[in-house]
């Protein structure tokens, strides 16, 4: 099994602290690897597709013809096609107006726990399209409704659009997921890289606005902290997928103002308290530049008197859980966080997966 779990220790989270507190050289990475990593190559697979594919800098192409091909890079993935009971396309309000959804429903008989999805790209890629695969997936493997947000993109929409679309899906699944035949008061969210920024921030949000309660949060390696400055973001720079310099693109394009990237909303590393979040699973890549934030807040939360479980999977890179069809640790991914889902909603009667 080409993963490893890591164990949270305090004396981590004392590292990061104090390398916020104090801005460092950018020549100096402020926080270390960890856990320690055997030697583990990247997937054959995964550098195969890297070498094969000339990527253009997505700071040097329009939104448009970024999302056009990110689209095309999806469509053309093979997929799992997980089967679920029925799938449907409707809007919801929210503040930006009308917010389009997917609602995704599992085989059996409802009402199912909720888990309110929110996709990555950089706040400025990826749809419902792009996503609609590792959603089916996890409605059919975690027996849950799943609702897939398409929130608004930057830069048309910059923060915190996306975090009030964010927001706003899970309270109307809150306060209406009866109509859809969910349980509005067994809910979580989840989402990867900038969905999973979004959702840690949605999560910060429901505890300081007074709900609606979450019975977990899956983050899959997660935006976190407007620090670019860690090993893994100069380890991995370049040539494995999501650069340096893309998430360099992607925050400025995302972030209105410079003084936001200290936001909370924005930053969930840089909160000051994590204390009252709910209970937490946080998948890392080994090869990717944002590992080692991803992790840092595993330990933020683990000291904050969270529960936490977080897993860094070795051999892959970032975006590695959408293939599922052809990674096995991509697959493997997908049911740890179905089994992890479960055991949210339904400790004493979920079961792992062998």
């Not at 599992?106 to 400025?124: E, L």
């Not at 080994?286 to 840092?296: F, I, M, P, S």
């Not at 975006?319 to 640790?329: M, Q």
Request: include cysteine; charged fraction near 20%; aromatic fraction near 8%.
């Amino acid at each position: 099994m080409r993963r490893i779990t890591a164990l949270i220790l305090a004396g981590v989270c004392a590292l990061t602290l104090s390398a916020q507190e104090k801005p460092q050289p950018v020549a100096k990475p402020v926080l270390d690897t960890y856990p320690p990593t055997a030697d583990t190559p990247l997937d054959p697979k995964i550098r195969a597709e890297l070498d094969a594919v000339k990527a253009v800098p997505i700071s040097q192409q329009t939104p448009a013809e970024a999302r056009a091909g990110f689209e095309k890079r999806v469509a053309s993935t093979p997929k799992l096609a997980d089967p679920v009971a029925k799938v449907d396309n409707r809007t919801i309000p929210s503040p930006g107006g009308k917010l389009p959804v997917r609602v995704y429903t599992p085989n059996g008989k409802g009402p199912f726990s909720v888990v309110v999805y929110y996709h990555g790209g950089g706040w400025v890629l990826g749809s419902l399209d792009t996503h609609d695969d590792l959603c089916r997936s996890l409605c059919s493997r975690a027996g849950v409704l799943v609702v897939s947000v398409d929130y608004r993109l930057a830069p048309e929409h910059k923060f915190p659009a996306a975090v009030e679309d964010s927001h706003a899906a899970l309270k109307w699944c809150a306060e209406n997921a009866g109509e859809i035949g969910g349980d509005g008061k067994r809910l979580a969210t989840a989402g990867d890289s900038a969905g999973g920024n979004l959702a840690a921030a949605t999560a910060l949000y429901a505890r300081d606005k007074g709900g609606p309660k979450l019975a977990a949060q899956v983050l899959i390696y997660p935006v976190l902290n407007h620090h670019f400055d860690t090993t893994s973001y100069y380890q991995f720079a370049t040539g494995y997928g999501l650069t340096r310099d893309a998430m360099l693109y992607y925050w400025k394009t995302y972030l209105p103002r410079p003084e936001e990237a200290t936001n909370l909303y924005a930053s969930p590393l840089q909160a000051k308290d994590l204390k009252g979040l709910p209970p937490a699973l946080v998948l890392t890549a080994q090869y990717d530049v944002l590992r080692d934030e991803g992790e840092a807040y595993a330990v933020r939360l683990k000291s904050a008197g969270v529960p936490v479980r977080a897993t860094r999977y070795l051999g892959m890179n970032h975006g590695f859980i959408r293939s599922g069809a052809t990674l096995e640790p991509a697959k493997h991914g997908l049911q740890e966080i179905a089994d992890s889902l479960k055991k949210a909603f339904d400790p004493a009667g979920a079961k792992p997966s062998p």
